[in-house]
């Protein structure tokens, strides 16, 4: 199966999920009364109309490069991405104010048993599609995938941290603390909004240094280093300066190098030292692409050591 099919599945699979976890997380909203249940099912919308439109985007993303698009269509994705960020970190802002206003009126009573065991079960549910999709993505290199992979993990975490705290509230309800369950629903969706800001923000931010073609993450930059440096010390080059990009699922890096040898210096020998430069960093990066650039190391552009 080649990875555009596979990566249309996984995406059909996280939109079927997310359709219907949207419709019974707003049913159950409406018959609840229940802010988190709705917060649930505005997120579940908001992530179903970007992944309809990734969906229809995805064969743009494994078109070859060419002289007219040398970066492809790989920064449509991370626009994409940067517009999914801002899109719930709108749709977080505005339930937010919400929800600050209900708790300020009074609070807002619901049956925590019922929403505990409706969080449960979709926790259940949200496990089952990230096992799912998690087992389908190994073969996989995608940005957008790794994205809804993330949104089903924080369904997890979020149902059932949900349902710990309502059955909490549930055994308050016959104490003297039981007035507490009033607001108890306004300030599990406070908690969740602050624990997923965090997520959201870090998407934004990746998207939006992929956008610019800045360097990837340093993690990333030195396992590209350490791979190449030992290829190349075995050809007897020395390199100068890495320029490592990424945008959307693409790296490239640029290696200036010396030769140490130049009277044994050839064509053939830098061709082999590309093939197997490009075939090494495959293994570890799927769609990585590399090129060798030999230079004196004084005849570089100023602008590069001042980036190191």
Known sequence: MSSEKGEKRVLWISFAAGLAFAIFELVFSIFSHSHSALMDAVYDSTELIFVALILFLTPLFHRPISEKRPYGFFQVESIFLIIKGFMMLSVTLSVSI???????????????????????????????????????????????VDAEILGWKLDIRYSFGIAAAFLCSAALEHTPLSFLSLYFDQLITILIVISMLPENIKLLYGAMRDIFLFSPEEQTVQAIKGICDTILARYSFVPVFYDVTRTGRRLWAAIYFEALDESCFSID????????????????????????????????????????
């Open 98 to 144: 919400n929800v600050i206003q209900s708790f300020v009126s009074g609070g807002n009573p619901v049956n925590s048993l019922s929403v505990a065991v409706f969080q449960i079960l979709l926790g259940i549910a949200s496990l089952a599609i990230f096992l799912v999709m998690k087992r389908m993505n190994s073969r996989l290199s995608s940005p957008t």
């Open 269 to 308: 020998t830098l061709r082999q030292a590309i093939l197997e430069i490009n075939s090494a960093l495959n293994r570890e990066f799927e769609n990585c692409s590399c090129e060798l650039i030999l230079t004196p190391h004084d005849s570089i552009p100023d602008v590069l050591p001042s980036s190191l």
